[in-house]
């Protein structure tokens, strides 16, 4: 229980000035009138502050209160949308929410699986030259050896390059078609 309210009365039932104290909640201070007092005490139950937060953006999910030893309802799971690198899971809530005995904070917790990314390099006609699906966000990008392509008795062809320029960092899925040019 915490103080509500105190009410000092003096003798002729005139109220009394009184002060609490900023270190203690449940302490207050008064001078005692010549005569004598009446002091009358209210109590409440404490109540506390459970705040509940993304522990990937340290936003607060919700807020609530709740009365000394009481259990404080988890608000729903979060969710959050994969970005580039990860896809996000709700794994658990850090924190007890029962029997709450003072102002208390529950992050919640995600666990993160990163996103796979396939880069696939095709020959002019479709052809798949090389084909990865293990790419992480950022990894370096392996481009495979310059491909042949064979000619007849008429002419020959050069590899002229992909129809894309590969980067040099995997950043999305992607596919390359190898170009020549007739020599």
Do not use: C
Not at 11 to 20: C, S
Not at 56 to 76: N, Q, R, W, Y
Not at 111 to 129: M, N, P, Q, S, W
Request: aromatic residues 14%.
């Amino acid at each position: 229980f915490v103080v509500d309210q105190v009410i000092v009365k003096d003798q002729d039932g005139n109220t009394v000035t009184v002060t609490a104290d900023p270190t203690n909640k449940n302490s207050f201070y008064y001078t005692q009138p010549s005569g004598g007092s009446t002091v009358e005490v209210t109590f409440k139950v404490a109540e506390y502050t459970v705040t509940f937060v993304d522990g990937l953006t340290g936003e607060i999910i919700s807020e609530i209160t709740v009365k000394h030893g009481e259990t404080a309802p988890l608000p729903e799971a979060p969710f959050h949308e994969a970005d580039k690198e990860y896809i996000y899971t709700f794994d658990r809530w850090d924190g007890d929410n029962t029997s709450i005995v003072s102002d208390t904070t529950i992050t919640a917790l995600y666990a993160k699986e990163a996103v796979l990314y396939t880069v696939i390099f095709k020959d002019y006609d479709g052809t798949v030259i090389s084909e990865r699906t293990d790419y992480t966000y950022g990894s370096i990008l392996n481009v495979p050896a310059d491909p042949f392509r064979r000619g007849n008795v008429f002419f020959s062809y050069a590899f002229a390059g992909w129809d894309q320029t590969p980067p040099q960092l995997v950043e999305d899925h992607m596919t390359f078609t190898a170009t020549y040019t007739e020599i």
